[in-house]
């Protein structure tokens, strides 16, 4: 005799999963495009269905972050977190989210983590400048942009912050 309903099964599984990996095209497609609604309606869909998908996670706290929605960012990358503690872009973005929010100290540590695990990094010593910064730690700001400049050259963000932080400091350029 065969099994006919273990055969359905598994098709309707092998649909389902069809469905959650276009589910999870389409949303990040949508991100990619700045569609940001319908990245979050796309990725929200594939997190409820699997709430263990690190990249639906990482994705869908990119879509909210791009939305301007910090605390929905912030639970999705303390998700993909806990998922994957070690991931370096994860901590660079909750960081950002937690900056975002005006949660500068928490958003320092977690910078300083992402240095523990990948010192080069683009975007961390940049990042902590600017929460240095916006906490008044005028040294270590610029200590933090000289060397994201060291390592990333033409990082453009970088150059505007570090003439920002000079005049409003009165530090003369030393490339002048």
């Known amino acids: 005799m065969w099994p006919f309903g273990r055969r359905k099964e598994k098709q309707q ?27 979050i309606e796309a990725l929200a869909a594939v997190v409820r269905e699997d709430p263990d998908n690190f990249a ?14 910090y605390v929905a960012a912030v639970r999705q990358f303390e998700a993909a977190r ?3 503690s070690d991931a370096p872009k994860v ?12 949660q500068l100290d928490e958003a320092i540590d977690l910078l300083l983590q992402v240095l523990e695990i990948d010192p080069q990094m683009r ?5 902590l400048a600017i929460a240095y910064w916006r906490k008044g730690r005028v040294p270590e700001a610029m200590a933090e942009l000289e060397m994201e400049l060291a390592l990333h ?9 570090a003439e920002q932080i000079r005049a409003q400091a009165g530090i003369e350029n030393p490339d002048a």
Not at 13 to 39: I, K, M, N, V
Not at 91 to 102: G, P
Not at 153 to 161: F, L, R, S, V
């Open 56 to 69: 639906a996670r990482v994705n869908l706290g990119t879509a909210y972050y791009s939305g301007g929605e």
């Open 123 to 127: 975007d961390v010593h940049y990042n």
């Open 13 to 39: 599984d092998r649909e389902q999963e069809r469905e959650h990996r276009s589910a999870f095209r389409d949303g990040t497609r949508a991100l990619e495009d700045g569609r940001t609604s319908e990245a």
């Open 153 to 161: 050259p033409d990082h453009e963000g970088a150059k505007t912050a």
């Open 91 to 102: 901590l660079l973005n909750l960081a950002a989210a937690k900056s975002a929010l005006d």
């Open 82 to 84: 806990e998922l994957q």
